[in-house]
């Protein structure tokens, strides 16, 4: 079966400061993996998913992930954190195109 | 491209009456999914269509919930009764075909039984 652990239920940073909101998973099979960003009162935010290929993938709004199947890892980081990036971040599992996986979130909070 | 559709976007009821919610994916999406997300936690899935039918709905506590999806578009979760402990915000979500299917959700139904 597939699990999530999100280590840290909450991380906060200063403005400007680096992002690491860590994810490891577990499965039988390749995994896809998926970080998706959560707003107050709204639905979740596809940021970025690594499916085969390159395993240092690119999302939106400047945050990226690494898939590191030695560590089972695929932690989400981003250089330089924004006030605008406060919200909770979610890292999910799917294996062969089913449902997701969720952990159970990491609350972001941002500090100027 | 419109987005996930979904409303109301919130409900307060008493216990033991019914609630409907409604979900419409985004066009060409073949698979819609519900979840329900308790508070501080991660989705949890309810139930998977794939077109009309479902073929996943093993989550979906069957003695008070039903789903349908009619003519494989918008769908619709009914709670009949609904109990303090189904309180939560329920997500739509939406797939293309492909290995991937990567989803994308609505803005969800945030639910208050009282």
């Known amino acids: 079966a597939q699990s999530v652990t999100q280590l840290g239920s909450h991380v906060s940073v200063s403005e400007g400061a680096l992002v690491l909101l860590r994810c490891n998973y577990s499965?039988?099979?390749?995994?896809?993996l998926f970080w998706y960003v959560q707003y107050p009162n709204q639905g979740l935010q596809l940021l970025l998913k690594?499916?085969?290929?390159?395993?240092l993938v690119k999302g939106i709004n400047g945050f990226e992930a690494e898939f590191k199947k030695s560590e089972t890892s695929f932690h989400l980081t981003k250089p330089s954190a924004h006030m605008s990036d406060a919200a909770e971040y979610f890292c999910?599992?799917?294996?062969?195109?089913?449902?997701?996986?969720f952990g159970k979130g990491t609350t972001l909070s941002v500090s100027s | 491209e419109a987005g996930v559709v979904q409303s109301p976007r919130y409900k307060i009821i008493e216990k033991k009456q019914p609630v409907a919610f409604w979900c419409n994916p985004i066009?060409?999406?073949?698979?819609l999914y519900w979840y329900r997300q308790n508070l501080g936690q991660g989705p949890e899935l309810l139930i998977r269509?794939?077109?009309?039918?479902?073929?996943?709905d093993s989550q979906l506590p069957k003695d008070r919930f039903s789903a349908e999806r009619l003519k494989g578009v918008d769908s619709t979760l009914k709670i009949q009764p609904a109990e303090l402990g189904d309180s939560a915000v329920y997500l739509c979500?939406?797939?293309?075909?492909?290995?991937?299917?990567?989803?994308?959700f609505g803005p969800g139904t945030r639910l208050l039984v009282l």
């Open positions: 979500a939406s797939s293309p075909a492909g290995a991937t299917r990567t989803q994308y």
């Open positions: 499965s039988s099979v390749p995994p896809y």
């Open positions: 690594y499916t085969t290929g390159a395993t």
């Open positions: 999910a599992v799917s294996v062969g195109g089913t449902a997701l996986i």
């Open positions: 066009s060409g999406h073949n698979t």
């Open positions: 269509y794939e077109n009309e039918e479902a073929v996943d």
